[in-house]
Every structure is written in structure tokens, then in C-alpha cells.
């Protein structure tokens, strides 16, 4: 029978868990190791790529310093949290604010120090990151547009980093990277839409807030659109192999997913939607290895 004092214990890294996202953490981890070894260096044989230290360096800094991007996020949110997922919020409460904020320091510190083993411009950039990172949580998700945005660009510049360090620029890096912003934004859309409560009560000026629910539908129902353009895009002049039936696949859904949302009148509904898409994004990072499957059995050297 487990005691009281291993349960709270327990309860003590759920919460830890909850509050730095560590799912997100995992799906970033591998968006960087399939972009790495299939888009950004498909020559090299995958062995040299994925037993780069460097490379490995790199992920530990981007670990990290999400994990203390997820904790300063939460510190900020405490009060529409309450409000908007009181349920998760009683978890993530078994953590102090004085621990999180000891763990936001030292974790931040940690990814600079992992950054530097590879380049002081590495380290530079993940400090520019942080502290992005730390200013969108105090103010810019409080502005209407910037806010969804800047939460948007941060979603991918781990990515970018990649780019600089293996030196490897091309017209459909930037591409991939439209239709992910644009999902991306359509997401940070809906969470603004699933917590219009708490934004009401706290002054955030979202999009729902200032706007209105029915033009933040149309607006998501636009960038849905735009999704369309990239897709198209990637299909029509590139060589993306079998990953063409992801985007196939998410021509397909998301028409749909404009349906739900146009009908959507509860928070339960934007919630559906917001995993709904989450699904698509996962399933994206991992239709990566569709650019060329056949490397996973004859490109390792």
C-alpha cells in the first residue's frame, strides 16, 4: 500500500510533469531529430547525423529551455487557470511558486550552458529564445494578434536553430515551415477561444475577447484555408515522396474541422478541435520519415 508520503510525492512529479508539458517536450525532441536526419541532411548517412554530439547538445538545450518556457507560462497563468482548467490547476498547485521559479532559473541556466558546448552564438540565441520565451508569458499574449503570433514563432524556432547549424537553407524548409505556422496559429486560435472565460474576467485582449466569438471562427476558418496553399505548394513542385498523403490526408480533415468549428458552441467543443489538431501536428512530425523511408533500413551508413 503506498504511504501518504510517497503519494504526495507522486502527486508532486504529475505535477512537474504537467506543468513543463513533458508530451510536448517528447514531440519537439523528435521533430528536431526526423528534421535533422530527413530534411536538413538527407545525404549523410543517418548513424553520422544522429550520433552528432553536437546535435545532441542542441536538443538538451531546446528541452530544457521549453520546460522553462512551460513553468514561467504557468507562473503568469495561475489566475486563468484557476478559472479555465481548475482541474489541472489543483495539480500543477502541488508545486510552490518559489520551486517553480528555482526550477525556471536553473533549468534556463542549464540550456545556455548546453547551447555554449557547441557555440557562443549558439548560446546567444537560446538566451534570445528564453528570454522571448519569458516576455511573451509577462505581455505579449496579453495583445490582441501579437500575442497568438509570437506563440506561433515560438513553436518553431527550436527548428531554426537546426537550419543555422547544419547550414542547410532551402525553399521547402520555408514552405514546411508556412504550413506549420498556419496551423499553428490556428491552434493558438482555439486556445484562445477555450479560455474566453478567464481572458474575459483577467483583461487578456485576445482575438474572441475584443472581436467576438464569430469573427475569431472566421479567422481560424481562414488560416484553415490557408493551409490549403503550402499543401498545394508541397505536392505540386517537390519531391516530398510518400509524405504527399499527409497533406492528402489534411486537405481532407480540415475542411471538416472548419465545419466543427463554425458550429462550435461550448468550451468541450473548441476542446475536441484543439486535439483534433494537436493529432494533426503529431502525426505530421512523424510523416517527416515519409520523405524518404527507405533510409530507416539503408541509410544508417
Not at 541532411?41 to 538545450?61: F, H, K, M, Q, R
Not at 505581455?139 to 543555422?164: C, H, Q, W, Y
Not at 482555439?190 to 474572441?208: A, C, F, H, R, S
Request: hydrophobic share 55%; net charge positive; aromatic share 14%.
Amino acid at each position: 500500500m503506498v504511504s501518504r508520503p510517497q503519494k504526495i510525492i507522486l502527486l508532486k512529479l504529475l505535477s512537474l510533469v504537467s506543468v513543463v508539458r513533458g508530451y510536448a517536450i517528447a514531440l519537439m525532441i523528435a521533430a528536431q531529430l526526423f528534421t535533422a536526419a530527413f530534411i536538413l541532411s538527407p545525404e549523410a548517412p543517418l548513424s553520422e547525423v544522429l550520433l552528432s554530439g553536437n546535435l545532441w547538445w542542441l536538443i538538451l538545450a531546446t528541452a530544457l529551455s521549453i520546460a522553462g518556457g512551460y513553468i514561467i507560462n504557468n507562473f503568469y497563468d495561475q489566475e486563468k487557470d484557476l478559472i479555465n482548467r481548475p482541474r489541472r490547476s489543483k495539480l500543477d498547485q502541488m508545486l510552490r511558486q518559489q520551486t517553480k521559479l528555482s526550477g525556471y532559473f536553473i533549468l534556463n541556466f542549464a540550456s545556455v550552458l548546453a547551447a555554449s558546448a557547441v557555440s557562443f552564438q549558439a548560446a546567444l540565441f537560446f538566451s534570445g529564445f528564453i528570454f522571448l520565451m519569458w516576455y511573451y508569458s509577462h505581455r505579449l499574449k496579453k495583445i490582441i494578434f501579437i500575442g497568438n503570433l509570437t506563440s506561433a514563432i515560438l513553436s518553431v524556432m527550436p527548428l531554426f536553430i537546426l537550419v543555422v547549424y547544419f547550414k542547410s537553407f532551402s525553399s521547402i524548409i520555408v514552405v514546411h515551415a508556412c504550413f506549420l505556422l498556419l496551423l499553428l496559429a490556428s491552434r493558438e486560435l482555439l486556445k484562445d477561444l477555450e479560455n474566453l472565460t478567464g481572458d474575459l474576467v483577467l483583461g487578456y485582449k485576445t482575438i474572441p475577447v475584443v472581436y467576438g466569438v464569430r469573427w475569431a471562427k472566421i479567422i481560424g476558418i481562414l488560416l484553415i484555408a490557408l493551409t490549403f496553399v503550402p499543401s498545394m505548394v508541397l505536392i505540386l513542385y517537390y519531391d516530398i515522396h510518400a509524405m504527399r498523403y499527409y497533406f492528402y490526408m489534411t486537405m481532407a480533415i480540415l475542411p471538416y474541422g472548419a465545419l466543427l468549428l463554425w458550429r462550435a458552441r461550448e468550451r468541450r467543443d473548441y476542446l475536441v478541435l484543439h486535439a483534433l489538431l494537436r493529432l494533426g501536428i503529431i502525426v505530421g512530425v512523424f510523416s517527416i520519415v515519409l520523405l524518404n523511408p527507405e533510409r530507416l533500413i539503408y541509410g544508417w551508413f
